[in-house]
């Protein structure tokens, strides 16, 4: 008798232990899984800040650009005309600039390889001045070999570019890999970015740029 009694004490002792132990298992398992859901909360609440700073960057160049081109009459093909007109070479950008300037600024490798900033008014298309770019980082002689014998060059990309809306900033781009005419342009309250081959003069929207309404 007093045998069944201490085997029926241990093996309560028994279920009393494994079910302390399963409790534990249990409750390790549900923090696990609360840290994991928090983990992952935490994750998509990061997503979607860094989805509005990359929204909000695109209002704010959208927002710029549309500054920039009211009451800009002359259109960026010829901005670089009289760029070139006025300091000939090969313009390897253009830029419609809203820091205070009010101009187009046209950058222009001469046959000689010194480059100049020339900055033509918006309004008018006189050329306002032109400025030898001292910061010699080789990036001008970079993109200028880029374009060397190319069959589109910066004032047709912006004339190609100027189908898809008014043209703000045209130059050289090789992110994707492949040379080409990069042109932003600004239709309405819509911001585009486009590539401009170098062979073709075809136009295709940038991969990066999803094309989003400011």
Not at 67 to 91: F, N, S
Not at 102 to 124: F, M, Q
Not at 167 to 195: F, L, P, Q
């Amino acid at each position: 008798m007093k045998r069944n009694i201490v085997i029926a004490t241990l093996t309560a002792a028994a279920l009393a232990t494994g079910g302390t132990v399963a409790a534990f298992a249990a409750g390790d398992d549900e923090a696990t899984a609360t840290q994991r859901q928090t983990n992952t909360s935490a994750q998509a609440a990061a997503d979607r800040d860094d989805a509005d700073d990359s929204a909000d960057d695109r209002d704010d160049d959208a927002t710029e650009d549309r500054t920039a081109v009211r009451g800009a009459d002359v259109t960026a093909a010829e901005a670089i005309a009289a760029a070139l007109k006025h300091t000939p070479g090969t313009a390897v950008s253009a830029d419609l600039d809203d820091d205070g300037a009010d101009a187009w600024k046209v950058s222009v490798v001469k046959g000689d390889g010194t480059e100049y900033d020339v900055r033509i008014a918006p309004d008018s298309g006189k050329v306002l001045g032109a400025q030898r770019d001292t910061d010699d980082d080789g990036d001008d002689r970079a993109e200028l070999a880029a374009v060397k014998g190319a069959e589109t060059d910066a004032r047709e990309a912006a004339l190609a570019a100027a189908h898809e809306g008014t043209v703000t900033e045209v130059g050289i781009d090789d992110d994707n890999g492949t040379v080409a005419w990069s042109a932003e342009t600004v239709k309405g309250n819509s911001h585009g970015e486009w590539n401009v081959a170098l062979d073709t003069g075809e136009v295709t929207q940038d991969r990066d740029d999803d094309g989003d309404d400011a």
